[in-house]
């Protein structure tokens, strides 16, 4: 078939759409592959079932999104080929501004065009950050009101009440799992441990009672076998085995 002009120059912008569209598929497989783990998970495997976040969805569907509207533009190219090169124009500014303006979610690790690694665990991430941060607040007030935070287990479980078991976002084998509290008295600082299951606070205080931190075991993505401490960012290999934990610190100071 003979294409004139303007269908070629159609046919070339739609290309060079559709050649940054392929570059970007991997994060289309990662998200499917997350997908599929999730929806078929191994025996005692821990899942995080709504593991996806607004930008997930976005960042998977990115290449198929521009695939499509690169195809449905080009086929106006048959019979207006005028329009479809304006079109294709205005789609080949969009779409690498899309990507440039996707949220960094690796610190330092630019992908092509900017379009970062998807952040699986974002919305796991979400959950416990609540959750930490709901203990928090009412350990801040038992501190406010008695001067010092819970300095051993029963009081611990005294101040905080149901709130510690609340529902998580973890599941292991179709039934729903409760988030659980453990108690750690060493200098206030943060705790770490290789946990067995995930949704586990660590409440560390010191001695005095006048400083607490707060952890808690994770997955770090959709699905997993074992659990680990909780990242407070998206998984950098370096910072392994505790670096980077994700925390919340209170400290009641002497007036």
């Not at 479809?84 to 080949?92: E, G, M, T």
């Not at 900017?114 to 665990?121: C, K, N």
């Not at 959950?127 to 300095?151: C, E, I, M, Y």
């Amino acid at each position: 078939m003979d294409l004139n002009r303007k269908q070629q120059s159609a046919l070339v912008l739609a290309g060079m759409l559709l050649i940054i569209s392929v570059l970007q598929f991997g994060e289309t497989v990662s998200a499917v592959h997350s997908w599929w783990q999730v929806g078929h998970p191994a025996v005692n495997d821990f899942v995080v079932a709504h593991w996806w976040t607004h930008y997930t969805v976005a960042s998977g569907m990115f290449a198929p999104f521009w695939v499509v509207c690169a195809l449905i533009a080009l086929s106006l190219s048959r019979h207006r080929p005028l329009l479809a090169i304006v079109i294709l124009s205005l789609f080949l500014i969009f779409e690498p501004l899309s990507c440039i303006s996707a949220r960094s979610v690796v610190t330092g690790a630019d992908g092509f065009l900017g379009l970062e690694e998807l952040p699986f665990a974002g919305a796991e991430r979400a959950a416990d950050w609540n959750h930490l941060a709901k203990l928090a607040a009412q350990l801040k007030r038992v501190g406010d009101d008695s001067g010092v935070f819970p300095t051993s287990e029963p009081s611990l479980r005294a101040a905080i009440g149901n709130i510690a078991f609340e529902t998580s976002p973890y599941e292991q084998n179709g039934r729903e799992l409760t988030f659980d509290i453990r108690f750690v008295l060493n200098q206030g600082t943060p705790y770490a441990t290789t946990p067995e299951m995930p949704g586990v606070v660590y409440y560390a205080v010191n001695p005095t009672g006048k400083q607490f931190v707060l952890t808690i075991s994770g997955l770090n993505a959709p699905v997993s076998n074992r659990p680990s401490m909780m990242k407070a960012e998206a998984f950098v290999g370096e910072k392994q085995p505790w670096g980077g934990l994700l925390a919340t610190e209170e400290t009641l100071y002497q007036r």
